[in-house]
């Protein structure tokens, strides 16, 4: 006797959803139309604009002298922000994640601090605190100490509105991985260094990796607090951002664009490199479940 075949409903829960077909290709169909209208076709737009007249004006909007300074600045405010972040993130997410102290919930309400602020704001709360009016501005005038237009308040900036991004990826990752195996480490003789290196860094390097892709994009990307602090000196304070903008009110679209063009271009490269750490990723956590449990060696 053949067994009474599955009705439609049946099928649909089994598959993890209850909608009809048609609801299900409708919802589909909205997504991809709202991801190519919204996304697809914008960043083609970029690229489309950027070689409007050609490989050779692109490559020569590149080259012009103001945009080389501006790639320069950008690069550099990245390579000092992201390794500050870095270390600051590491150590709060251990810090939160691991230990149980008075004030832990507001250290967590100052890291998601910048997320609430706008980014103008930051920029403004620094020109304030070391602008030529500013708190400090006349003591760092007297001893010829530029901060407010110049890298340095770039980079102060920078650093304000990206830390959060790689303690916000390892905080969660580290609570849930709780603290079993550090203890453990720690009564085998093992200092709190060798702790870190040896048990939770491999633990968390691909939560770290995306902290850190994810802070690099917003770095190099940042125009509101970079706008503020920098003064818009072009070829000294002009980020790739600032330098876009300054570009397009010009009307030298084409110009604008090619800059505009690397943005999109790290934006592209950022998502291929997270996309690759979450393959990687999740390729060694079923490693890890697939390996048979270790058998207790017989004694004798």
């Known amino acids: ?161 990206t830390f959060p991004f790689i303690a916000r990826e390892l905080i969660p990752l580290m609570q849930a991985q709780g603290n079993d195996e550090e203890q453990a480490a720690v009564v085998l003789g093992a200092s709190g260094w060798q702790t870190f290196w040896h048990v939770t860094l491999p633990n968390i390097k691909w939560g770290l990796v995306y902290g850190v ?15 503020v602090v920098s003064g818009h000196i072009r070829g000294q304070t002009n980020t790739i951002p600032l330098h876009v903008e300054i570009l397009y009110n010009e009307y030298q679209s084409v110009a604008a664009f090619a800059s505009a063009s690397l943005l999109a271009l790290l934006a592209l490269v950022t998502l291929a490199i997270k996309t690759g750490a979450e393959w990687q990723s999740e390729r060694e956590r079923r490693a890890a479940a697939a390996l048979p449990p270790e058998r207790p060696t017989p004694t004798h």
């Open 1 to 161: 006797m053949s067994a009474p075949s599955s009705s439609a409903p049946a099928r649909r829960a089994l598959a993890g959803t209850t909608e009809a077909r048609w609801l299900q290709w409708l919802l589909i169909g909205i997504a991809l139309a709202f991801l190519l209208l919204f996304l697809v076709l914008p960043l083609a737009a970029v690229f489309a604009e950027a070689l409007r007249q050609g490989l050779d004006a692109y490559l020569a909007a590149l080259k012009e002298p103001d945009a080389w300074a501006a790639i320069r600045l950008t690069l550099l405010t990245a390579l000092i922000a992201v390794p500050l972040n870095l270390v600051f993130g590491v150590a709060a997410a251990w810090c939160i994640a691991k230990y149980e102290f008075r004030g832990k919930a507001f250290l967590t309400t100052l890291i998601d601090l910048p997320f609430s602020i706008s980014p103008v704001v930051a920029g403004l709360m620094y020109v304030l605190v070391f602008g030529a009016n500013g708190w400090l501005g006349p003591w760092l005038a007297a001893h010829d100490i530029k901060i407010v237009f110049a890298v340095p308040g770039i980079v102060l900036a920078t650093v304000f509105v």
């Open 213 to 227: 892709i994810l802070c690099n994009a917003r770095a190099m990307g940042e125009f509101g607090a970079v706008s």
